[in-house]
C-alpha cells in the first residue's frame, strides 16, 4: 500500500459520513485549538459583562469566566460525540449565548449577588422547560427548506460582523477608579492596522493547500506575535493565575427562583433553541449530512441539558457558536471528533485558570482580523444556499428579502425594538431569531399553505378531464 493509499485510507469517514472523518490525534487537536480559538473571545465575554454588572471583583469574574469554559467544554462534547438522545454528532461548538445577556442583566438590576442567584435559577427551570419543548421544535424542521435555511445562514454571518468589528475596535469607554472614561485606544490606526494584518495572514495561508486548514490558528499565532512585538498583548497575568482549580458549585449561594425571573428566562430560552436550531440545520448545510427532526432534537435536549447543568457551575445556557459554522465552511474541516478535541481544551481551560490566561492573551484586533474572514463565510455560505431557490413565479424573493431585513434591523439599529414588551424586545432583538420566525411564517404563507389550498383544485380538475 502506497503512502497516499494510507493517507486516503486515513482521513477517510469511518461510517461514510462526512462529519465523521477521523483525521488523527495530531491534526484532531490542532483543528480543536483553531476551534477553541475562534469563539473564546466569545465565550468569556458574557461571564466578563454580567460580573461587572453584578458587581463582583476580579476573583469573583474569574470564577464566572471558568465555569463558563468548564461547561462550554462539557456542552461540546455532549453535542458532537453524543450520547443516546443527546447530541446531533454534528461538528457544533457549545458555548454561553449572548442572548441571555440583556434579559440576565434586568433581573439582577442592583441585587448584586443575590440578583446573580435569581438569575441562575431563573436558568435551571427555564432550561428544564427547553428540554422538555425540544422534540416540539424538533417538528418544524421539515418548515426550512433552502429559501428559510438560506436566509437565516446569510443572517448569522452578517448579524456577527459586528462582534468582529466590536473586537478590532475595542469600547469607546472603559471604567477607571470607578469613573467612566473615554477609551483612549478606541478605534486607533494600530488596533485597525493589527487586525488588517491578521486578516491578510489568514487570507495569504488560505491560498496555500498544505496550510489551508490551519489559517485560521495560523493566523491567530502570527497576529499574536506582531501583538506582542508592538505592545498590544498583555501577558502579566499568566504568572499569577493557579494552575489547577476545581469549579466550585454554586459559588454564589443556592439558586433563589422568582416566577417574573423564570419567565423572562423562558422567552430566552426559547429564542436559543431557534437559534440552535437554525446552526444545526446550517452546519449540515456545510458538512453536507442529512437532518432531520430527531437529530435536531437530539442536538437542543443536548444543548438544554447543559444549560440546565450550567448554573450549577456558576454559568449562563448554552447555544452552538455560529462563528464556529463559519470555520467548518472556511478550513473545510467537517470532522466532529475535531471540534470534541476542542470540546475537551475548553473543559481543560475551564480546569486551569493559568491555561485560560494564556489563551486570553490573544488582542482583540487579532481575533476581529481572523474573524471578518470566519463571519464573512457563513454568509456566503447562505448566499450559496440561496442560489439553489427557486425564485420563478413564487414570492421566495419577498421571503429573502423580509427575513434579511428582519433580521439585520437589530444590527443597524440596537434600539429599535426598545418601546416593545421585554418578551418581544428580546425575540426581536436577536436578528437570527428575527430572521427565522419571520421565513419560517412566510413560507407557511406563501408556499405551504397556498400549495395545500391549490391541491383541491388541481386534483377536482384532473379528475374532470
Do not use: C
Not at 45 to 56: F, K, N, Q, R
Amino acid at each position: 500500500m502506497t503512502e497516499s493509499t494510507k493517507t486516503a485510507s486515513a482521513d477517510a469517514p469511518r461510517s461514510g459520513a462526512p462529519e465523521d472523518e477521523y483525521l488523527g490525534p495530531t491534526r484532531t487537536v490542532g483543528y480543536g485549538v483553531q476551534h477553541v480559538l475562534a469563539m473564546f473571545g466569545g465565550v468569556i465575554a458574557v461571564p466578563l459583562i454580567i460580573g461587572g454588572a453584578a458587581g463582583l471583583d476580579t476573583a469573583q469574574k474569574s470564577v464566572l469566566v471558568a465555569g463558563g469554559l468548564f461547561i462550554s467544554g462539557l456542552a461540546t462534547m455532549l453535542q458532537t460525540l453524543g450520547v443516546p438522545g443527546f447530541g446531533s454528532r454534528l461538528p457544533l461548538v457549545q458555548g454561553t449565548s449572548f442572548a441571555a445577556v440583556s434579559t440576565t442583566l434586568a433581573i439582577i438590576g442592583g441585587r448584586g449577588s443575590h440578583g446573580l442567584q435569581v438569575a441562575l435559577g431563573a436558568v435551571i427551570v427555564a432550561a428544564a422547560i427547553g428540554l422538555v419543548l425540544a422534540p416540539f421544535f424538533a417538528r418544524i424542521v421539515r418548515f426550512f427548506p433552502p429559501v428559510v435555511t438560506g436566509s437565516i445562514i446569510t443572517v448569522i454571518g452578517l448579524s456577527l460582523m459586528p462582534v468582529a468589528a466590536g473586537w478590532i475596535t475595542g469600547k469607546p469607554t472603559k471604567t477607571v477608579g470607578g469613573h467612566t472614561v473615554p477609551n483612549p485606544d478606541f478605534a486607533t490606526l494600530g488596533n485597525i492596522g493589527l487586525a488588517m494584518f491578521t486578516f491578510a495572514v489568514v487570507i495569504a495561508l488560505s491560498r496555500i493547500r498544505v496550510l489551508s486548514r490551519l489559517a485560521v490558528l495560523l493566523g491567530l499565532a502570527v497576529g499574536t506575535v506582531a501583538a506582542l512585538l508592538v505592545g498590544k498583548a498583555v501577558t502579566g497575568g499568566i504568572g499569577s493565575a493557579s494552575v489547577l482549580a476545581l469549579p466550585q458549585p454554586f459559588a454564589f449561594g443556592w439558586p433563589v427562583f422568582e416566577v417574573g425571573a423564570i419567565i423572562s428566562m423562558t422567552v430566552v430560552i426559547v429564542v436559543i433553541m431557534v437559534e440552535t436550531t437554525a446552526d444545526i440545520i446550517a452546519v449540515g448545510d456545510v458538512v453536507g449530512s442529512r437532518v432531520d427532526s430527531r437529530r435536531v432534537a437530539d442536538g437542543l435536549r443536548a444543548d438544554m441539558a447543559s444549560s440546565v447543568l450550567a448554573p450549577v457551575f456558576n454559568a449562563f445556557p448554552a447555544t452552538a457558536f455560529a462563528q464556529n459554522v463559519g470555520l467548518v465552511a472556511l478550513t473545510g474541516v467537517k470532522s466532529r471528533f475535531a471540534v470534541a478535541a476542542g470540546g475537551a481544551i475548553l473543559l481543560l481551560l475551564g480546569l486551569s485558570p493559568m491555561a485560560a490566561a494564556l489563551f486570553s492573551v490573544i488582542p482583540g484586533p487579532v481575533l476581529g482580523g481572523a474573524g471578518i474572514v470566519l463571519f464573512g463565510t457563513v454568509a456566503a455560505s447562505g448566499v450559496r444556499t440561496l442560489a439553489k431557490v427557486d425564485y420563478a413565479g413564487n414570492n421566495n424573493l419577498v421571503i429573502v428579502a423580509s427575513a434579511v431585513a428582519f433580521g439585520l434591523i437589530p444590527v443597524v439599529s440596537p434600539d429599535f425594538w426598545q418601546a416593545f414588551p421585554t418578551w418581544f424586545a428580546v425575540i426581536a432583538h436577536s436578528g437570527i431569531s428575527a430572521a427565522a420566525i419571520v421565513a419560517v411564517v412566510l413560507n407557511l404563507v406563501f408556499n405551504v399553505l397556498r400549495a395545500r389550498a391549490a391541491t383541491p383544485a388541481s386534483a377536482s380538475g384532473s379528475a374532470g378531464q
